[in-house]
């Protein structure tokens, strides 16, 4: 199945390091490296490297070389389903930088730990009851805070009603002897967007982050109808409408871009560059007409 949604890391200068790092953790690879092509608010030297797109245990990520305009925090992390305990025990060692929840046993795991890596990116590490159950392995979480806590299972009905091939799996909530947290939300859920498994929460705890533009959802569109069609239902802040990102209602930022974007970039790729930087909605056949010279 290929992927319809991937995963963009942003950090300031540790792209090519992250990627390392992440890959040589899990069974993965990196997959292909971009280069600034041209001046960008970034301020990073052109030729220098953009992204690094990478695969863990087959699911696809970008690393992202943006600046240090943006802090990855714990509103969005990564869900592992581990098959053994000495899978579990030896990434809670690899990815701990700073522990979240201490790797134990819990009433909703036999044995969970939630960490931090160095690059701030966090992790929710599981080992389930049955295995051989897991449909993938690992899954992007969203966990919604703050001003958006309570709002999971609408983002959710959101979500699968715009992709293909989605729907909510299961929804466990709250009870009500769980104060702080409100009875009836989300205490957890698993939901598939054009058959790839995220999963979210509501947390009514007192923390100092929300999504933000450090972890986005990059969604590769067939042409331009499948980006107008997402920029119409998802984009509800039209002054975050800058070089093919949005955030939807919730906070959460997404990126648009062409599948062939890449295709795009190899004659004239500079001048390709020049023309997203001036767009706040992806325009394909202007895109076109650059990589044609026009």
Known sequence: MKQKIVPCLWLDNEAEEAAEFYTSRFKGKILSTAKYLTETPSDKPIGSVMTVTFEINNMKLMALNGGPFFKINPSISISVQCETEQEIDDLYKKLSNEVLMPLQNYGFSKKFGWVRDKFGLSWQLNLPENYKEVKQKICMFLMFTKDVCGKA????????????NSKIEHIFRYSKDRSPEKEGNVEHAVFSLSGQEFMALDSSQKHDFTFSE??????YCKGQDEIDYFYNNLSANKEAEVCGWLKDKYGVSWQLITEDFEKLTE??????M??????KRIDIRKLKMAAEGK
Do not use: R
Request: charged share 30%; no cysteine.
């Open 214 to 219: 450090a972890v986005s959802l990059m969604i």
């Open 274 to 279: 020049e023309t997203l930087l001036k767009m």
């Open 267 to 272: 004659k004239n790729g500079e001048k390709v």
């Open 153 to 164: 299972e609408e983002a959710m009905n959101l979500y699968i009603k715009l992709f293909k």
